[in-house]
């Protein structure tokens, strides 16, 4: 079982930055792809951004160029660093760890933290 803490969310102007973490208790965290999800009220959860266990990017199309995700396996972190905000990036943003076997799969899911754009 992985436990994923998200924290970093706000309330920021349009145009400005913020930077979540998320931190996973997991002992093997380099192994895990990780990815950020958001989810707009009355819009379905999107991907935002994804890494692979090999440093592989990629990322949704409305925040290329403007959103950075990274990880930190000594730390079991993974960041996403968002610039040029706007209101339409107002959604609660979570994170997520996965992982695929031969015979299993494996997603573990923080709680959310909550990102508001707004003058």
């Known amino acids: 079982q992985v436990q994923l803490v998200e924290s970093g969310g706000g309330l920021v102007q349009p145009g400005g930055s913020l930077r979540l973490s998320c931190s996973a208790s997991?002992?093997?965290?380099?192994?895990?792809?990780l990815v950020w999800y958001r989810q707009a009220p009355g819009k379905q959860r999107e991907l935002v951004a994804a890494?692979?266990?090999?440093?592989?990017?990629n990322y949704a199309d409305s925040v290329k160029r403007r959103f950075t995700i990274s990880r930190d396996n000594a730390k079991s972190t993974v960041f996403l660093q968002m610039n040029s905000l706007n209101p339409e990036d107002t959604a609660v943003y979570y994170c997520?760890?996965?992982?695929?076997?031969?015979?299993?799969?494996?997603?573990?899911w923080g709680q959310g933290t909550q990102v508001t754009v707004c003058s």
């Open positions: 997991a002992s093997i965290f380099s192994i895990y792809h």
């Open positions: 997520n760890a996965n992982r695929r076997t031969v015979d299993a799969g494996y997603d573990y």
């Open positions: 890494i692979s266990s090999g440093i592989r990017t």
